[in-house]
């Protein structure tokens, strides 16, 4: 199967990420989504990078992969961890993040040339008696920071 890659709308690349997610639902922003369709134009993948989740790295010339996301087509991740990348660098972007939780292999990340930047703790989520949060299923999880090796 050849992959190509395609446009995706925000609605289009939510949807897809409820259909075949494993333990996420979409993300709640973007600035950008893109797909990956094979030769008779069904979508196998998306991918979807918005501002970083973390405030400190929000600084407006990092984007962070929020979801990446497949039907399971081969490399289908891969290709598009890499677009990303390559569209960030086109907008102006100069770094690109993602993560990994724990007991994910990151094999879509390494064939795409990313590199592991720091293994990040479980913490116990991200709610706070100031900033009340939904749990979201991702609490005392161990994560990996990814970014391109460049």
């Not at 993948?45 to 405030?55: E, N, T």
Request: hydrophobic content about 40%; some cysteine.
């Amino acid at each position: 199967m050849t992959l190509h890659l395609v446009p995706v709308r925000s609605r289009d690349a939510a949807a897809f990420i409820r259909a075949w997610h494993r333990h996420h639902p979409p993300p709640a922003g973007q600035i950008f989504a893109v797909g990956a369709a094979d030769e008779n134009g069904v979508l196998r993948a998306v991918a979807i990078a918005g501002r970083p989740v973390a405030r400190h790295l929000d600084d407006g010339a990092t984007l962070e992969v929020t979801r990446t996301c497949s039907d399971g087509a081969r490399n289908a991740n891969s290709v598009l961890y890499a677009t990303v990348w390559r569209a960030a660098k086109a907008l102006g972007y100069n770094r690109v993040i993602t993560y990994t939780q724990d007991g994910e292999s990151g094999a879509s990340l390494r064939g795409a040339n990313w590199r592991v930047l720091a293994q990040r703790r479980p913490r116990p989520g991200w709610h706070t008696p100031s900033r009340p949060r939904v749990p979201r299923g991702t609490e005392y999880v161990a994560r990996t920071l990814w970014e391109p090796a460049q």
